[in-house]
């Protein structure tokens, strides 16, 4: 009976060892899918931040594109007045040739009929 018992004791010892062996696996398992899920979010945060970052970028060009503009707008608000200014000047000294060329006229009118 002695024999009976230490056997089933170093059975009994080595079905604990593989149950810690199995519990073992299981764990590293459990591990290895925490770290590939952390490093899979990992570099889910790096794209987000990379996008973010790009974002920024391209909100800034916008930003200084924009400034660019209203730069150029401002521009041709003073040339489109210039302008205005010179064809007003333009229509004075088109009504004062006007003016001069019926003087003209009538200067040869006169001339002509006194030479008659």
């Given at each position: 009976a002695g024999r009976g018992e230490v056997r089933w004791d170093k059975m009994a010892a080595g079905g604990a060892s593989d149950a810690q062996a199995r519990f073992g696996h299981s764990v590293k398992g459990l591990l290895t899918e925490k770290?590939?899920?952390?490093?899979?979010?990992?570099?889910?945060?790096?794209?987000?931040?990379?996008?973010?970052?790009?974002?920024?970028?391209?909100?800034?060009?916008?930003?200084?594109?924009m400034v660019m503009q209203e730069?150029?707008?401002?521009?041709?608000?003073?040339?489109?007045?210039?302008?205005?200014?010179?064809?007003?000047?333009?229509?004075?000294?088109?009504?004062?040739?006007?003016?001069?060329?019926?003087?003209?006229?009538?200067l040869q009118d006169q001339l002509r009929h006194l030479l008659r």
């Open positions: 770290v590939t899920s952390c490093g899979t979010d990992v570099i889910a945060l790096t794209k987000q931040v990379l996008k973010g970052s790009r974002s920024a970028e391209l909100l800034g060009q916008a930003a200084r594109n730069d150029a707008i401002l521009h041709s608000e003073d040339s489109l007045r210039k302008m205005a200014i010179i064809t007003t000047h333009l229509q004075y000294q088109q009504e004062a040739i006007q003016k001069n060329v019926e003087q003209s006229s009538n």
